[in-house]
């Protein structure tokens, strides 16, 4: 069917992943390779046609090997290369390609060593691991048995991985650096992530759309993807050139467009979530933080401290579930609590002075809502919640939103608003502390 | 290259997942669908040969479509149902099938009634949802545009549903339900979870192999599959049957002797998450609790607040990083800190103690632990976790663990034997008392 002989060292433009594991096709499993691998392919310009998942069958896989290399340059297989009956990558793709396999003593004797180094003795059903197609060459695993196989078929090229992402993940990054780099098209592609928060996607759309538009006819174009999830909504550029410097110029000016149109809705450009941004203004300056959550039960306080170092800017965060804890822990006033109840700014303020009491931090931050499914009232239905920062010093910011969703959702997103809010105060103390020195 | 036509009516045994859509062979999106989609055909006892991600590019789908009806009885293809220039599912499928495409007038109307129920004219571009292929049958959409189209090729069926999760789910559900249920086999899969706790998985392999081999050769036969996650391990049983009865009362015995086999290592057996198992039995007793958390930041209380109807029972968590806190919030004893160190038995079981006396609550709990990448030594290193709980009553526990991995890692897990530890007091405490009580 294939004519598998161009001119050999032809250029590598298009790519298809096959992943081979019976398990990937139940309900439990999904195969997540492939994004990672996706990403290291669209770096050097290298465009995936098709993804595919089949079972630990030769039938199966027979074909789709064989139909794989009839479209693309490129063919990446991941699994299925185990010492275990199950395991027919290696012999499968040996045979479709018509290559004997022949075993390796080199790899025997590592694959020895290694179990020796345990204690161990090696399975003889370890040996099929070191049978290797003519012409193949090998691609060292330090963190398995499996290594790895590149085989080439005229001017297209097979590669075969373990399925392990620790395993997978290095010996492919490699062999992106090393092989595939000089084999791959001289574009390549660049990206930059910019993350928004505090504007929905379409109307992030709406207020982008006149730049990226503008972006997408320069010279080279960049593209601009939207992608929302909830309570975020990031950018994503991408240009595609050969030369480096043209292409981060680009991203770097579209950049700088997008950030003067979106003003603070603009979290980092870089890819950096927004707790880590909060944690490192906050660190910045020396600020030490203490939280009090009613509807987010700890999410906020748990997103903070998710950060490495975070134990320098994060005291204390006290989850206050009933009035009577509002009370006792957060001193919050029960004329308060009666007067506009506990889903109100108020409290979400007084909650916020009660954490900064508590931890004797410079900022403090309360939230309060109803995050259902139960609770909600006419006047302050489910997905009500209201946020509170107090600090540095004597500033003071409320707000009130009312979220979609599940109670899940409803708390994702409080969280997400909580973080925002003081990401916003701690800017605004920035500017501010800049105007007064006239920095 | 395909006899379309076998007799009709032929049951359906087999079937491929083909998504649709450019963002999906980016690192950025994965197809969720086909997980859904393989549970429901599962249970109707189809299994799933192949999943396949395609552009959207008529030369690269309509291939996909031609070679998957080689293979299947069924072919599902999701997404690119839309009414842009770049939704190509419809036209590409009619045209492999050859069947020209008709406007059928009553989805026009349908269409334009949704738009006008929101004050909108329907755009021109909609029309193309309301394309035909001949013979298709129409499946109606209630929560978008796009219909869905069931397709009758000979003995084999091709399903067109649209790519958005809540538009798919509930048409395929309905599907699965009317039409899949009467063409699919008289077998049909049934399947149990079981949740462990407290135990590895080649641990828990060990324990629970001699029993699952027998089963295995039962009639009708269980199949077990050990899944891990971090902190982890759950167990699938499944058995095929064309009588119900035969396949519950066998999955009903096989739990019975792996409940036996594992004892209280066992969670649940019927999916439920330690979280809500925790919570189940907090709220059978009328007991509250509190929490007192150090490394692990919130995430023990935040995970039993992602329980609707939590605030029943969780009274409070304080988030005590610092040394200082821990004094001042849980009167924690700076003696003990000193004399033991704030990662040791005894502050956990006194952070337990503290969160207890600050919530007024029937039992307490903490947790204090080296999450890395910093702080750990020579004697504590990172990974060090020691998780405490007191009550009901005067009982008291704790215990240290070694976890593996990073700082997410070693959170996870601490707070996953944090819930196991309590899970396990309240059982202890259900015993006893029914002793006491002689029930």
């Not at 693309?72 to 395991?87: F, K, R, S």
């Not at 004797?360 to 995050?371: P, S």
Request: with cysteine.
């Amino acid at each position: 069917m294939t004519a598998f002989g161009r001119s050999a060292e032809a250029r590598l433009s298009t790519a298809e992943i096959i992943a081979v594991g019976t398990e990937l096709l139940t309900p439990f499993r999904s195969d997540t390779n492939s994004l990672f691998l996706t990403a290291r392919l669209n770096e050097l310009g290298i465009v995936v046609r098709r993804k595919s998942i089949v079972g630990d069958d030769a039938t199966d896989l027979g074909p789709a090997v064989r139909e794989a290399l009839d479209r693309v340059d490129l063919l990446v297989v991941c699994g299925g290369l185990g010492p275990t009956d199950d395991d027919l990558t290696r012999e499968t793709v040996a045979d479709v390609l018509s290559r004997p396999l022949t075993e390796d003593p080199s790899i025997v004797e590592h694959l020895r060593a290694r179990f020796a180094a345990r204690g161990w003795t090696m399975p003889e059903n370890n040996r099929r691991q070191a049978a290797v197609p003519e012409g193949a060459l090998v691609l060292d695993n330090p963190r398995g048995t499996a290594p790895g196989l590149w085989l080439e078929v005229g001017d297209r090229v097979v590669v075969l991985l373990p399925g392990p992402p620790r395993e997978l993940e290095p010996m492919f990054a490699a062999l992106a650096r090393e092989r595939l780099s000089t084999r791959a098209a001289p574009e390549r592609l660049y990206r930059q992530v910019l993350r928004v928060a505090g504007r929905g996607e379409s109307h992030v759309e709406e207020m982008v759309q006149p730049v990226y538009e503008r972006w997408r006819r320069a010279e080279p174009p960049v593209r601009t993807t939207v992608l929302a999830s909830p309570g975020s909504v990031e950018l994503h550029l991408s240009t595609r050139a050969v030369s480096q410097d043209a292409a981060l110029d680009a991203l770097d000016a579209a950049t700088d467009e997008l950030v003067a149109v979106l003003g603070n809705h603009v979290v980092s450009t870089d890819g950096r979530s927004l707790p880590e941004v909060v944690g490192e203004l906050l660190h910045k300056d020396g600020f030490r933080v203490a939280i009090g959550e009613s509807c987010t039960g700890g999410l906020v306080t748990a997103q903070l401290v998710d950060i490495p170092g975070s134990s320098r800017y994060v005291e204390t965060g006290v989850v206050a579930y009933s009035n009577e804890i509002k009370r006792t822990v957060l001193g919050v006033d029960p004329e308060l609590l009666n007067r506009h109840g506990a889903v109100s700014e108020a409290v979400a303020v007084a909650m916020a002075e009660g954490a900064r009491r508590v931890g004797a931090t410079d900022i403090g931050i309360g939230v309060t809502g109803v995050a259902g499914p139960d609770g909600g009232s006419d006047e302050k239905p489910v997905g009500t919640v209201c946020v509170g920062v107090v600090g540095p010093g004597r500033a003071q910011e409320a707000r009130t939103s009312m979220f979609p969703g599940d109670r899940a959702m409803v708390r994702r997103l409080a969280t997400q608003t909580a973080l925002d809010l003081l990401r916003r105060v701690l800017l605004r103390h920035m500017r501010e502390r800049a105007t007064v020195r006239g920095d």
